[in-house]
């Protein structure tokens, strides 16, 4: 059963316009919630997170909002860039340490120029 | 230079061989973490360390040991491939703080024939 979820395989979006990819997650414990970029041959690298007390945390063009009462987690780039091509996952950490984080299958995100 | 690598890149192996895939961190991270990808599936956490000697299971451990002698290396062994265990395994580190990021190292792709 997953704890957490992207249901949108992939994304394409136009350069210059927004970009928002979404996640959903089911257990209310958990505490952080992180956004990881992954380019291929690379490892992923952290984008964004935000914790459970706040609903939104901006970091230039990427903002993260959380509504805990959906269970759901979005990032938003605006605006899109060419390099924002890759593949995003959402992960999400319980109140218990850093060894409970828990990725989503992950949304590949083409921008077109 | 400071970070994380995997080694190696990329392996083949037959089945029922024994192969050890190699982590070496440079930051003194008190945490490290293997996980493996795959299509569907995300990122899937194999084990994890949270210091040198302590180790423990993570959602998919069958078929995996680990050890951690030394705070900076943390090699994962499969005691005898199987095709299942095709993936791209990538290792990780962070530091103990609850939200720290992960740091991913660049991934060792294994194919088990």
């Known amino acids: 059963d997953q704890q957490v979820k992207q249901n949108s395989p992939s994304l394409s979006v136009q350069e210059g316009r927004i970009s928002i990819l979404n996640c959903d997650y089911t257990n209310s414990m958990f505490d952080y919630f992180l956004w990881y970029k992954k380019y291929p041959a690379e490892g992923p690298t952290f984008l964004i997170s935000i914790s459970s007390i706040k609903d939104k945390n901006e970091d230039g063009r990427f903002t993260v909002f959380l509504n805990k009462s959906a269970k759901h987690l979005s990032l938003h780039i605006v605006p899109s860039q060419p390099g924002d091509s890759a593949v995003y996952f959402c992960a999400v950490l319980s109140n218990f340490g850093n060894e409970k984080l828990t990725f989503g299958t992950g949304t590949r995100l083409t921008i077109i120029p | 230079d400071a970070g994380i690598t995997q080694s190696p890149r990329y392996k083949i192996t037959e089945t029922g061989r024994q192969v050890t895939l190699m982590c070496h961190q440079t930051?003194?991270?008190?945490?490290m973490f293997w996980y493996r990808q795959d299509l569907g599936h995300g990122l899937r956490l194999i084990y994890y360390?949270?210091?040198?000697?302590?180790?423990d299971k993570g959602e998919v451990p069958d078929g995996y040991v680990v050890s951690r002698s030394k705070t900076e290396n943390f090699p994962l062994t499969l005691e005898s491939a199987t095709r299942s265990q095709t993936s791209v395994y990538f290792c990780?580190?962070?530091?103990?703080?609850?939200?720290?990021?992960?740091?991913f190292g660049n991934g060792t792709r294994l194919t088990v024939t």
């Open positions: 360390s949270a210091a040198a000697d302590i180790t």
């Open positions: 990780a580190s962070s530091e103990s703080e609850q939200g720290s990021p992960l740091h």
């Open positions: 930051w003194s991270h008190s945490y």
